[in-house]
């Protein structure tokens, strides 16, 4: 019993695989910021687990970088 529903299992993956000749990508509808560009949120709770979100774009400050000779 115990080998007949392995091999059905396998022939269950087997014809999965078979209908998706191309691998499902999925992408982000979103797309990245700009480098010198952030977001500052605030999220509030509201009934049933749902969450109120508020993003502001602002400018980001340029980043210094300290180097030293010796």
């Known amino acids: 019993m ?3 529903t392995l ?4 022939l ?4 999965a695989g ?3 000749p191309n691998p499902i990508v999925a992408r982000d509808p979103v797309p990245a910021p ?3 560009l952030s977001y500052v949120c605030d999220s509030q709770p ?3 687990n749902a969450i109120r979100t508020n ?6 400050e340029p980043q ?5 000779k010796g």
Request: charged share 15%.
């Open 55 to 60: 993003c502001v774009p602002v400018e980001r």
């Open 12 to 15: 269950l993956a087997a014809s």
């Open 2 to 4: 115990r080998g007949l």
């Open 18 to 20: 078979a209908c998706a």
């Open 34 to 36: 700009e480098p010198g």
């Open 64 to 68: 210094v970088v300290l180097r030293a």
């Open 7 to 10: 091999t059905v299992a396998l």
């Open 46 to 48: 509201l009934i049933l």
